[in-house]
């Protein structure tokens, strides 16, 4: 899918032209006052010190963008109940563990964000260079806020594909705990999805590997694989968790190597 980063801001251009290059985006420059947008249905843009993705169809989504600093994120790490969550419990910290995780498939980074702010160093894969380039700017702006500056510090993303990143036959440091949280196509009867998910799925698509994936993680953690799904999903690759936590609406299998060292 091709995107292109627009500017219209000269005082922007140095930051925008960083983020061309590394993310390898077409960077296309207009006059405060052109009123035409790229002809491509998304494009990215800085409003307000946010890089933002948009999309131009008239029934489409509103703005994307990553923030670590406000909104759900401030909310969750203050009031989201802290190692009492499904995920906490799912990779262990409700029973003292702090490890290395690998969130091999981060997305928008809400998961990985939960889980650093409560002690564990994670590092983040992602394959998308514009999902990559959304997760970069908030990582950025996370790490100049004085709430937010030492979760961030224990986040790391690696903008590679999962599949690659894990066939590597030796990774250091040594992965304690794989996290998987692959796309999953909607029922067609389903209600709209968020515009967090509608935006996935547009960049992105299905994650069509994630049986091969789990595979993969299976090889690689020292102590589990804990993935994320809807609740009535089946289980990657057929393959049966030794553990479930369930809630309304989502499940989380837990696959175990070995106990955890507590």
């Not at 299976?218 to 609740?231: E, F, G, L, N, S």
Request: proline share 6%; glycine share 8%.
């Amino acid at each position: 899918m091709s995107i292109s980063l627009l500017n219209q801001d000269p005082d922007q251009l140095e930051y925008l032209q960083e983020i061309s290059q590394r993310w390898n985006i077409p960077l296309i420059q207009q006059t405060s006052s052109e009123k035409t947008v790229p002809s491509n249905r998304f494009f990215l843009k800085l409003i307000e010190g946010k890089l933002q993705l948009i999309d131009t169809y008239p029934d489409g989504p509103g703005p994307l963008t990553i923030d670590f600093v406000t909104g759900s994120s401030a909310h969750r790490r203050l009031y989201g109940g802290g190692k009492g969550q499904m995920i906490a419990k799912a990779v262990g910290l409700n029973k003292g563990f702090k490890g290395n995780i690998l969130d091999a498939t981060a997305g928008l980074g809400g998961d990985a964000f939960v889980l650093a702010s409560l002690g564990c160093q994670v590092t983040l894969l992602e394959r998308s260079p514009i999902i990559a380039a959304l997760l970069d700017d908030a990582l950025k702006r996370g790490e100049n806020d004085t709430d937010t500056s030492e979760i961030i510090g224990r986040m790391q993303l690696i903008p590679q594909d999962s599949l690659e990143f894990l066939k590597q036959t030796e990774i250091k440091p040594p992965i304690h705990i794989i996290y998987l949280d692959p796309m999953f196509p909607e029922k067609k009867n389903s209600a709209l999805v968020k515009k967090e998910m509608q935006y996935l799925q547009q960049i992105i698509g299905k994650d069509e590997d994630s049986d091969q994936l789990l595979e993969l993680a299976m090889q690689h953690a020292a102590y589990r694989v804990v993935v994320k799904r809807p609740k009535s999903a089946p289980h990657l690759n057929n393959q049966k968790p030794q553990l479930e936590l369930k809630s309304k609406g989502q499940r989380f299998d837990i696959y175990i190597r070995q106990k955890l060292p507590i």
